[in-house]
């Protein structure tokens, strides 16, 4: 499996903080190319102070961005809308204002990842979950 993770957020929703690759979409979208090819689909990043799970569909596949920016400062609120800027083929698959955190569980070719709000008693609940056999079956010894 790989995973890739950075600070900042490939693809950003109104309302989130300016920058990232975002604003080079050409330099941001050659880095996705790179990344599906070598078998990654999955990417996580913070910068951001939410959960976010954005779906982007690009060369026949789903490319998911987990923005887990849920640690510790006060949680931001996007704009209205909710949509990733100038990216007609992202869309936010699940969304939350939270403190929380990401468990990820890899079963062989498969990886599941929960994301768990933590409630103001302590506890925590899923508000979000993804499953995908993601691993390129060549890769997997």
């Known amino acids: 499996h790989i995973f ?7 693809f950003s929703l109104e309302g989130a903080h300016h920058g990232c ?7 941001r979208d050659k880095l996705v190319d790179s990344l599906i090819k070598a078998g990654s689909l999955i990417f996580f990043c913070g910068h951001d102070h939410w959960y976010d799970h954005c779906v982007v569909q690009t060369n026949g596949v789903q490319f998911h961005q987990f923005t887990i ?27 939350s204002k939270c403190y929380g955190y990401a468990v990820v569980e890899i079963a062989g070719k498969s990886v599941n990842i929960k994301m768990k709000k933590l ?6 609940v899923i508000i979000d979950e993804f499953s995908h056999g993601v691993c390129k079956p060549g890769l997997l010894q």
Request: aromatic residues 0%.
């Open 4 to 10: 890739v993770q950075t600070h900042e957020p490939l």
């Open 21 to 27: 690759l975002q604003v080079k979409p050409e330099r």
């Open 69 to 95: 920016g849920t640690g510790g400062a006060p949680p931001a609120t996007p704009a209205p809308g909710m949509k990733c800027r100038d990216i007609n083929s992202a869309k936010s698959a699940a969304h």
């Open 119 to 124: 409630n103001n008693d302590g506890t925590t």
